[in-house]
């Protein structure tokens, strides 16, 4: 009697293991508009990837895709406006608790943006703000050599470890990051360029991990009824661009990346915002200032390239830099309006009705350090 009792325990046991809660959930966008969303696990058998979704508990629909892996990513459409979407994932007998996130506002939009998540803050401010979508200014990780071993490509450890700090965050949140040279780095840097590449350029795990717009490694998205367009960019240690310290894409009038920003940005029907992880100064100046000609045709750009909260102003355009490791050194902007050595990131608040587009930068002890307030865009044709 007593040997079934325990082969019965050991028969649950087994049970309720083989059933584990799946965890590690997380939310982006792969289309350029909010009308669909894409929900991500990770499990620790493969298996197929079905989300239940819904607008109540008892209305929920499904979607599937059949397709055995670890790493699942299932698309589903957002038809509601100023609703709670309710869900839950499922892989073979894994399975979720039921989570939820906000779906896109009718009036107001709040986004926020964050930049050199490496020592991975506590960011109950930010979560707060109770913001409708997340974007980052790159650096979202340490690196991916220590983690995985020098020259693993494709390991996505590091993206999963930022995914288990902030759980409840990133599954109720939409959440679209820009490529940092840490988010690509597979082996140390060293004193000088060494023989082989210390970045992966391509991003391999950066873009295997996220299901975002576009080639992935540049996005761009928009949310029409507030006149909004995000452009993320893939600039960061340009002065290393032709040796083994390369850590971004081409930038040249010649390049992909420039020519597809000259022509997404032609004729932007209200705000831009641009988003890329190099030192202002140093962007806007490439090309005997061409970039900046070409960020002029948006409202703001912001990197997370300096440790510092930082606002400048040149020709009409406002840069920010943004950072939640920002008590480093501090090498203002020449067009410097607003400087600080504390952690940060910044609120973008959109007014549908009258298309104002506030920007704060916020301490994280939830202290607004800087308002600015940007009309509706009243903006001329473009031509090439």
């Known amino acids: 009697m007593k040997s079934l009792v325990f082969f019965t325990c050991i028969h649950l046991f087994t049970s309720m293991v083989a059933a584990a809660e799946i965890e590690r959930i997380w939310l982006t966008h792969k289309t350029n508009q909010p009308n669909k969303i894409v929900v991500n696990w990770l499990t620790n058998e493969p298996g197929d990837s079905v989300v239940m979704y819904g607008i109540s508990p008892e209305t929920m629909e499904r979607a599937q895709v059949n397709e055995s892996t670890k790493l699942h990513h299932v698309e589903i459409p957002l038809n509601h406006r100023d609703r709670i979407y309710h869900y839950s994932v499922q892989t073979g007998n894994q399975r979720s608790a039921a989570a939820k996130f906000k779906a896109y506002p009718t009036e107001i939009l709040r986004v926020a943006i964050i930049a050199d998540w490496q020592s991975q803050p506590d960011l109950s401010s930010l979560i707060k703000d109770d913001v409708h979508l997340l974007l980052t200014a790159g650096d979202n990780i340490n690196n991916l050599w220590q983690k995985c071993g020098p020259g693993k490509r494709n390991c996505i450890t590091p993206y999963v470890n930022l995914i288990d700090a902030y759980p409840e965050l990133f599954r109720s949140t939409p959440f679209m990051p820009i490529l940092g040279n840490h988010d690509r780095q597979i082996h140390p840097r060293g004193s000088k360029p060494p023989a082989h590449a210390v970045y992966d350029v391509d991003a391999t795990a950066f873009c295997r991990f996220f299901e975002l717009p576009d080639e992935e490694w540049k996005w761009h998205f928009e949310i029409p009824e507030f006149g909004v367009r995000f452009i993320g960019l893939d600039f960061n240690h340009i002065s290393d661009f032709g040796n083994n310290w390369q850590t971004c894409h081409a ?32 962007i806007r100046n490439q090309l005997q200032g061409e970039w900046h000609q070409l960020f002029q045709r948006g409202t703001i750009c912001v990197t997370g390239f300096g440790h510092f909260a930082e606002r400048a102003e040149l020709d009409g355009l406002t840069y920010y830099n943004t950072s939640l490791s920002g008590k480093g050194k501090q090498y203002s902007d020449p067009h410097s309006k607003f400087l600080a050595g504390k952690d940060s990131y910044l609120l973008l608040t959109c007014d549908r009705s009258s298309g104002e587009m506030k920007v704060e930068i916020k301490s994280l002890g939830n202290e607004v350090l800087d308002r600015q307030s940007f009309a509706k865009p009243v903006r001329k044709q473009t031509t090439p």
């Open 251 to 282: 930038f040249g009038r010649d390049s992909q990346q420039y020519q597809w920003y000259q022509s997404i940005t032609k004729n932007v029907p209200g705000h831009l915002v641009t988003l890329y992880n190099e030192r202002n100064a140093s």
